[in-house]
């Protein structure tokens, strides 16, 4: 069974800073979506970025990248120029066909 | 998530009683997910659907139960609630490749 493990469970870093959420997953497949989301005090799901396994470029959308590295079966989510309204809880998951979250890490800004 | 209604927002219900949570959706796709959400356990899946009247079981399915008669909608059922079941609960959409769209969940307490 694929399973999606987040080993941070809180980090806090200064307004401005960069700061890197990791996140690693098991499975025997080849071709899966991994995606990183965010729920801010809301509890709305937010999509931050997708990446497909077979495109080896690393995605990127504005401040948030991702480390990909397949073999290692690695999904590391960095923000960058970190800013208040990132704080939220962040969660890695991953697709075949169903979707698995992992247990999600608490980010706090600090001002 | 404008696409994705949850129904209700909010439920109190008794020990032993059944329950039944509403998802509907616009967007016409082809999976839909049930999620529960647990402090420090993440979002966990309970059932998913990838079509009219083909559903699977996720990670925690024991005391769930759903259906799926039409593409729109997807029922959550607890034949019988327990205290253990309370929690906020998700449903998510998607197509048949990449990322969820989730409703604005459903807090459900059980006493």
């Known amino acids: 069974a694929q399973t999606v493990t987040q080993s941070q469970p809180e980090m806090s870093v200064q307004e401005a800073e960069t700061v890197t959420l990791s996140c690693t997953y098991d499975?025997?497949?080849?071709?899966?979506?991994l995606f990183w989301y965010k729920q801010p005090p809301s509890r709305q799901m937010i999509l931050v970025i997708r990446?497909?396994?077979?495109?080896?470029q690393n995605a990127t959308e504005n401040r948030f990248s991702v480390n990909f590295q397949k073999a290692a079966k690695s999904f590391s989510l960095k923000i960058s120029d970190s800013q208040l309204g990132d704080t939220a809880m962040y969660f890695c998951a991953f697709r075949d066909d169903k979707i698995i979250f992992g247990k999600g890490t608490r980010l706090h800004i600090l001002p | 998530d404008a696409g994705i209604t949850q129904s209700p927002r909010h439920k109190v219900t008794e020990t032993g009683t059944p329950v039944t949570l509403r998802c509907h959706q616009t967007e016409n796709h082809r999976y839909m997910y049930w999620y529960r959400q647990d402090p420090g356990h993440g979002l966990r899946l309970i059932h998913y659907s990838y079509g009219v009247k083909d559903t699977d079981k996720g990670e925690v399915s024991d005391g769930y139960s759903v259906s799926r008669s039409k593409t729109e909608d997807f029922l959550l059922t607890l034949e019988s609630a327990t205290s253990s079941q309370t929690s906020v609960y998700f449903c998510?959409?998607?197509?048949?490749?990449?990322?969820?769209?989730f409703g604005q969940g459903t807090r459900l307490t059980v006493v």
């Open positions: 998510a959409i998607s197509h048949s490749t990449g990322e969820a769209f």
């Open positions: 499975t025997s497949e080849s071709n899966y979506y």
């Open positions: 990446q497909e396994a077979y495109k080896q």
